[in-house]
């Protein structure tokens, strides 16, 4: 028996094969496709998929203006921030957000689902989410996935 057949192979950032993944947010609802976005960049659903290394994809979300919210999240969902200052609690329901910037309610629900460390921080700097069709990396040339397909 050939025991070198038998090693595990862990990923590391030479070995990473990082691809360009374009992700059309229209009609989908956004905790599903939040999810399936930190799985992307995360790299859970690669084969070579290791814990402490940032072995998931660059991954562009467009139309981040046409997401749905289910029930009546749009108006009793809330966002709450602290100034630092005693009393200093903010809130902005998730209309509100809406109406500031569209790009943040999908940003901020993939940051929450990614590690809360340095590897995390380094995750999200490989998303992307442009309102609109229009987005800044054509010269990557973007795969345009399906998020059914993704587990």
């Known amino acids: 028996m050939d025991t070198l057949s038998y090693k595990t192979i862990s990923a590391n ?7 360009w993944v374009l992700i059309d947010a229209e009609g989908q609802t956004l905790g599903r496709l939040a999810s399936k976005v930190a799985i992307l960049l995360r790299g859970k659903h690669k084969t070579n998929f290791t814990p402490h290394v940032d072995c998931g994809d660059n991954v562009i979300v467009i139309n981040s203006e ?3 919210l289910s029930g009546n ?4 969902k809330s966002y709450i921030r602290h100034t630092g200052y005693p009393g200093g609690q903010r809130s902005l329901t998730a209309t509100e957000m809406f109406a500031k910037d569209p790009t943040r309610l999908v940003e901020k629900s993939v940051k929450g689902m990614l590690p809360k460390n340095k590897l995390g921080a380094a995750l999200f700097r490989n998303l992307n989410v442009v309102a609109g069709t229009a987005h800044s990396h054509e010269a990557q040339k973007p795969k345009a996935i399906n998020l059914n397909e993704v587990n």
């Open 73 to 76: 999240k749009w108006t009793e």
């Open 13 to 19: 950032k030479a070995t990473v094969n990082k691809q």
């Open 66 to 68: 046409k997401i749905v």
